[in-house]
């Protein structure tokens, strides 16, 4: 009878799984690190005021959070970068500038479980701080591509949807909406692709009707797929702030382009970031055939650093979730399957011979060869089966005869060819056979 059973949403990683998760978080780390990017963590459970407000009410309705027993309220972290914001923050007079962090964590959100979220999941995020240009944006995009293509996947598998808050209130602006209609119609933009028309109910309820032309308009935006389409609708409004974004734009993609990104990349207006903290370019990655949901998202946030108590500080960073992520790979067909193999396997004859492998079993395990044997004493024939189930490419013999005359033999399980070594001569026997 089962027991107890995870929660829903949890998970648990069996050792293969345990091998393909590890896999991801190598080749992100490794990313990375050719990027100029530097690593660091911080805690799991943080005060639920950090997220409060912050990441916007999706977020906060989706928080697993609690009273601790000295009476705070505390959430498991549902994202790292009001975390991350901290971080920096406190320490911002003396960090080296540019700042370029990653980290690779867990986290927490209690959302409706479908294919590709679960209630715990991994991100590898990747933040620049201090840098106000779109120079931040050119140097994260392109972390996100090369976080992707590291696995073996290009530009037919998936790509950018590039979107700009600024130019969305640029827009706006210009065709007369203050602030506050500006800042409702960012959220039916949000939900239009998810619930068409419906999206701009909550707009109407608060300000009344919305005019038909104004309505063509925001739409016009919002199906803009280029970067000629995007002047094209921009150039009529004579609007200075708005032609000096496009600028900004084409530069941003000109940078891309010239790091032969260009293809990855697609001017797509319909994506502008649930979460409340964004302020200009906002990017999420999708795959090309749209079967799963988004495996990446992020922007510029310059607000948040300043907002939680410290110096204002610009940011844009991403993460990538590793559900979705992993989907796509094995979709694929590029998600490895590890063979959880010893190099060398000892085959023993008796005790005195067990004595015998010892010394080697030690000092080749000690030089990071790895080295399994039959913990009781079986069968020779037991042994072999063992031994060749294992995936071992060796088997070293410690048999009788070969320990009296101070040796043993080693066997390659695949040609099975033999020979006999002197045991003092083993372990740099077993060390050049492996590399061979
Ligand atoms: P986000 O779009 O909420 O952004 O999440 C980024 C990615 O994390 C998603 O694209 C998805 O792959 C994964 N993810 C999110 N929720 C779940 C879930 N419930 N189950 C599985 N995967 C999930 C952020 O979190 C921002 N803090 C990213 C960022 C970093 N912005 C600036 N810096």
């Known amino acids: 009878m089962p027991t107890f059973q995870t929660l829903p949403g949890f998970r648990e990683f069996y050792p293969d799984a345990l091998a393909q998760r590890n896999h991801l978080f190598k080749v992100w780390r490794q990313t990375a690190v050719t990027f100029g990017f530097q690593e660091y963590d911080a805690p799991v459970l943080e005060p639920l005021d950090l997220y409060r407000t912050k990441s916007g009410p999706e977020i906060e309705q989706q928080l697993f959070s609690f009273t601790d027993k000295g009476g705070r309220e505390v959430a498991l972290r549902p994202e790292m970068t ?32 479908q294919k590709g979220r679960g209630r715990c999941f991994f991100q590898f995020n990747a933040d620049v701080f201090g840098e106000t240009g779109i120079e931040a944006e050119t140097e994260l995009i392109a972390l996100l591509i090369q976080a992707l293509c590291a696995f073996g996947l290009a530009e037919p598998d998936f790509y950018i949807r590039l979107s700009d808050r600024n130019l969305w209130f640029y827009y706006l602006e210009a065709l007369g909406l203050d602030e506050p209609r500006a800042r409702a119609i960012l959220g039916a933009v949000d939900k239009f692709e998810k619930i068409g028309d419906k999206a701009f109910e909550e707009y109407q309820t608060q300000f009344g009707a919305l005019e038909a032309v104004l309505k063509e308009r925001i739409l016009a935006l919002l199906s803009i797929k280029s970067m000629a389409s995007l002047e ?205």
């Not at 009001?82 to 986290?107: D, H, M, N, Y």
Request: charged share 25%; aromatic share 10%; hydrophobic share 45%.
């Open 232 to 436: 094209a609708l921009m150039a009529p409004l004579h609007n200075e702030k708005v032609q000096g974004r496009i600028g900004e734009w084409k530069r941003l993609i000109g940078n891309l382009t010239a790091m032969g990104l260009g293809g990855f990349v697609e001017v797509d207006l319909g994506v502008v970031r649930g979460l409340a903290y964004y302020t200009g370019f906002v990017f999420e990655a999708f795959d090309r055939k749209g079967e799963l949901r988004a495996l990446a998202g992020g922007g510029r946030y310059d607000n948040l650093v300043g907002k939680l108590g410290y110096s204002e500080l610009p940011a844009v960073g991403f993460a990538i979730g590793d559900m979705t992520f992993a989907l796509l790979l094995e979709q694929r067909g590029l998600m490895p399957s590890y063979v959880n193999a010893p190099d060398v396997y000892f085959v023993l004859g008796g005790e005195a011979e067990r004595m015998a492998a010892f010394p080697a079993l030690q000092a080749l395990r000690a030089s990071g060869i790895r080295v399994e044997y039959p913990m009781r004493p079986l069968a020779f024939g037991k042994q072999f089966k063992a031994a060749t189930e294992s995936g071992a490419r060796f088997a070293v013999i410690y048999g009788q005869d070969e320990v009296a005359r101070g040796t043993a033999k080693l066997r390659d399980l695949q040609s099975r060819e033999e020979r006999e070594i002197g045991l003092g001569d083993l372990v740099d026997a077993l060390r050049s056979a492996l590399r061979a």
């Open 82 to 113: 009001p975390t991350v914001c901290r971080l920096v923050g406190e320490q911002a007079a003396t960090l080296k500038r540019p700042i370029k962090w990653f980290s690779i964590a867990e986290f927490y959100r209690y959302e409706r479980m």
